[in-house]
């Protein structure tokens, strides 16, 4: 993402700290982190076990549940495109697919200047504007071929 | 100063209303137009977003879809004070396609600032929570059970009943969960109620939390909703600034609190037992039931777990009485739920209406069919766990044991409207797939049955022993509906057995090819 930060070790203990006052503070932690050095490394991992004094494997476990936490960092940009059913009836996953193979990416897979990540998303609630897509965040409803490929040009700028 | 409204919900930022906004209000300043510009919620007719909504003497007047370049006709035309122009939709509250809903969760939707607890209470909030303060617990039990509402995430559960256990446990910590993990493709509605009533939601938790006991309410949404989520803090701000979260609430001696809590991507979250798991900080696991979350819930102790729409229809139940919501709807499915219709439709939004309007009137009456303008050819009620259902069943009403008897769902009431192009067939294998991806693993059905799925349907598609794999397929299908822990195993099957029962065409293509 845009404007993280490199990880260090200090910073993410000040940011684990900062939450554990709450109840079940795992979640928020790893939002926190991602949000700071835009991915959970090992070595937070590792910070977050022995703060909330549960094993390495066992939060190594709870960071790869979640599809939104990478261990290393994504590009610059993010592109999430839905492919669930409702964007799938209007043509969604033709539209991905051929989106796809133009720019020679797969699911996950980052620009080779790692300007910009494309992932797939199973629904974004914009079902009445199917098909749609989320750049850093940003809805798109009855988004079309012409705007995937400006986003991938203004990623570039960035 | 003339008030005007530009929706913040997320589907009206998807087709520009934040760009709108600016426009309006560049284009109001070098006018010299004194113009407040409201950002409020949608009013649910989303093929009009962005939709804007300027306050006259007769009524809150349209503009919709208006597009930034648009903005300067506008002015050209009047519309600060409704004036005549091709977006033009009339007064509102007018417009046909809200005149035909009956709209008691969403009343305020759309029509208030989302995050003004004056404008809520202008608009009737905080009644029903007064009303709750006043008759104590057991009395708001017991008007939530006579209403007759059930669980609208999904499952149907009497909202009462659930309320009783917690309440009826011994006193100690207990907790108000709300489920706002809303996946399911096609729905849309809690993300509408939590971006344009935020509040309603708030006050329906500080009833529950007053009725059994509990101080502590989470929200679990999903990150997928980032605007939402925003919009949902602000108002949990608000509340709290204005004396409605905190301590002693009023003067009630009641401490109640919210906390919103956002996912991570994981769909089965939404499944009860395993957002709890995931609210205590572990792997989204499903637990085993028994024990009932109401018994044993968030961190081991008794938690009401309900969702967004239940919960915000709460305060309306208190407010009305419980008999005003049961009067509403058909046999046990009781007072109003808000159809969300999607997919390839023409006319797409949010429409809330009494219980038992048949499908078809639905999906050609208020959706106007599809947007290609193709026939329609399947629609998909309840999610990516609902089944897919032909135009021979358009007759059936919408309510939750009409839908159960022809083996499909009302889930959340999402409708995903599919034209004549679509292969079953490949929605089949993409239910299974989903399925497979979203699995949490926990239990054999629904890790391996998934994968196998897609596997066999891929041979079907490929014209390989046809006959022999859709026998194969109905077999796993019965393993993973009666064998899988919880709802994502459970009824990933529906989709794909409707498909098969509906639509055996499609499975057996390329079968046909090779007979001609």
Redesign the interface.
Known sequence: MAGAAPYNDERAREIIAAHLG???????I??ALQAEFGCVPESAVKEMASA?NISRAEMH??VT?????HSAPHGRHALKICR???????GAEKLANEFLARHKLEWGQTTPDGSLTVDP??????????P?A?YD??????VDAETLDELVQEAKGK | MTKIYIPLDMAAVAMGADRLAAAVAKEAAARGQQVEIVRNGSRGMLWLEPLIEVETPAGRVGYGPAKVKDVASLFDAGFLAGGAHPLNIGVVDEHPWMKKQNRVTFVRCGVIDPVSVADYEAHGGFVGLKKAFEVGSSAIVEEVTKSGLRGRGGAGFPTGIKWKTVADCAPGQKYVVVNADEGDSGTFADRMIMEGDPLSLIEGMIICGYAIGGSKGYVYLRSEYPICATVFQAAIDAARAAGWLGQNIKGSGFDFDVELRVGAGAYVCGEETSLLESLEGKRGIVRAKPPLPAHVGLFGKPTVVNNVLSMATIPMIMEKGAQHYADLGVGRSRGTMPLQIAGNVKYGGLFETDFGVPLGEIVNDIAGGTRTGRPVKAVQVGGPLGAYLPQSLFDLPFDYEAFAAKDSLIGHGGLVLFDDTVDMAWMARFGMEFCAIESCGKCTPCRIGSTRGVETIDKIRKGQDVEKNIELLKDLCHTMKFGSLCALGGFAPYPVESALRHFPEDFRKPALEAAE
Do not use: K, R
């Open positions: 709450l109840e079940g503070p795992a979640l928020p790893l939002h909330l476990g709870v549940f979640y599809h939104d936490f669930a059913e409702s964007c799938q009836s209007m998303v199973y629904c974004l609630g914009l079902c009445a504007h199917s749609s989320l965040g940003e809805p798109i409803g009855m």
